[in-house]
């Protein structure tokens, strides 16, 4: 295993009121060890965004960094696909 390799996510921005922050929500589906049924889990992750490139409704990819602040740990890689409207 690569020493230096880093968890890459994508999901999409549900808010980019904050400066230099976006906010992704990354959804994985599990399937439940009991009932064998697929389920959908989703989190928040804060992730900064230097040139403010993303907004609300975007498809983006977060890529895990050192700690920016207290709570902000990735940063945005790419602009997958951008909203409509």
Do not use: C, W
């Not at 400066?19 to 989703?42: A, F, G, M």
């Not at 989190?43 to 895990?64: C, N, P, R």
């Amino acid at each position: 295993m690569e020493r230096n390799s880093r968890k890459v996510l994508q999901g999409r921005v549900i808010s980019d009121r904050s400066n230099k922050t976006i906010t992704v929500l990354v959804e994985t589906y599990k399937n439940h060890p009991l009932y064998k049924k697929r389920v959908k889990y989703s989190k928040k992750y804060l992730a900064h965004d230097e040139h403010e490139q993303a907004h609300t409704g975007d498809k983006v990819s977060i890529m895990e960094t050192r700690p920016l602040s207290k709570t902000k740990h990735f940063r945005l890689i790419e602009v997958i696909e951008k909203a409509i409207g």
